[in-house]
Structures are given as C-alpha cells and as structure tokens.
C-alpha cells in the first residue's frame, strides 16, 4: 500500500483555522485518501474522504493537490473538542486501512 | 442507523488466561467486520477481517484468533493470553469500500 507522511504534532489557537498536511507521493490513481481521527481513549472516528476534488463536510475540508501526491484537510474553526490524532489514510482496493502515527493536534485556548 | 457495540470496555487478565471480546453491528447486512489493536502511543494494527460468516483473514501471525458464528458478530479470542497482548482493542465495519466505522475499544491489561 502505498505510505502517508504527516507532521508528528501541530498546535492551534482555538477558533482558529487548522491545516493539516498529508504527502502520499506514492498515491496511485485509484486510492482514496481518507482522513479519520481518534480522541483519547475513543476509536478511530471518520472525517472525510476524496479521490480528485476537494471535498467539503460538516466537520472539515478536504483540499486535495491537482498532482494528488499531498493533501490538506482543513477544520474552519479549532474547538478544544477538535483535539485528537489525525491520520490520513490511502484507501485502495484492500480491505486494510494502514494507520501510521498521524497528527497529534493540541488546540489551546 | 447502523451501530456498532463492543464490550467489555476494560478488561485486566492474568498471563495464561482465556480471553473473549465480542463485537455486534446492528443497521446493516453482510458487512465487512475488522479486529485491530493498538499498542500503548502507537498507530491501529489490523489483526483480522472477515468479508463473510465463517470467512476470517488473518494479517500478522499471533497469538490471537477471530470467529464469525453469524453475520453481524464478530469474535476475537485467546487460549492463553501474554503479556505481549495487552492493548486497545476496536473493532470496525464497513459496506464494500465506504468509510469504516469503529467500534468504543476494549482495553486489555495482562498482569
């Protein structure tokens, strides 16, 4: 499958906008890139997904790069509840999600 | 809407013992159902996936083993656990490619 990149950790005011990046230099042309994140002591909760365009949801934004190899999602506005690892994933056709160390990310008030 | 359930929540047993965590998924029919673990500070290992009653895959060899008796039910299992064992424990499942939807986790302690 093919690897994700991202930052161990990123900081945030809250009500601030948050970005966190994804590099998937290695996507192929059918993996999905799925981003899903996990609260202490919780499982892994889905955030959103996309293949080519970027996507919008209740909880985020999906900004994907026009060559797919790195991704963005995008929270609008950081709440403390928002505080959680963030892994983005390449979804293809197997049924594993390979989830790597993702994102820790603190929100201070 | 679908749900899932797992249980127990928290679960601390000796080295040697049995162990058996069982998952639910209401809602839904024929779902793809997932066993991942995860070690202290560390990411979701897949343990096991099954696309069917009676149809487990396993992905790393270990101590552990899954069953699914019916459609919605979802089975791990240990003759003897080892320390080596302990973690957080979730279970998944998911229609076809969509999204997977986890389960609450049970946290395994072997003393």
């Known amino acids: 499958d093919a690897k994700t990149t991202q930052p161990n950790s990123m900081e945030s005011n809250e009500e601030e906008p948050v970005h966190l990046p994804c590099n998937h230099s290695?996507?192929?042309?059918?993996?999905?890139i799925h981003w899903y994140r996990q609260l202490p002591s919780q499982g892994p909760e889905y955030v959103i997904h996309?293949?080519?365009s970027n996507v919008n949801n209740r909880m985020a934004s999906l900004a994907i790069a026009e060559d797919r190899k790195s991704s963005t999602l995008i929270l609008h506005r950081a709440t403390l509840r928002d505080a959680a690892v963030y892994y983005c994933?390449?979804?293809?056709?197997?049924?594993?999600?390979?989830f790597g160390k993702g994102t820790s990310l603190l929100v201070t008030p | 809407s679908q749900t899932i359930h797992q249980w127990p929540a928290t679960l601390v047993q000796p080295v040697g013992s049995p162990l058996s965590l069982e998952c639910t998924v209401e809602?839904?029919?024929?779902?793809?159902l997932y066993w991942y673990r995860q070690a202290a500070g560390r990411g979701l290992q897949l343990l096991f996936y099954?696309?069917?009653?009676?149809?487990i895959s396993s992905e790393v060899p270990q101590n552990l083993s899954a069953s699914r008796p019916q459609d919605r039910q979802f089975i791990l299992s240990s003759k003897k656990l080892l320390l080596s064992d302990s973690g957080f424990y979730l279970c998944?499942?998911?229609?076809?490619?969509?999204?997977?939807?986890f389960g609450d986790g049970t946290r395994l302690s072997i003393l």
């Open positions: 998944a499942w998911t229609a076809g490619l969509e999204p997977q939807h």
């Open positions: 994933i390449l979804r293809g056709s197997g049924y594993a999600l390979n």
């Open positions: 290695t996507i192929s042309g059918t993996d999905y």
């Open positions: 809602g839904t029919s024929n779902p793809n």
């Open positions: 099954s696309v069917g009653i009676g149809q």
């Open positions: 996309g293949l080519t």
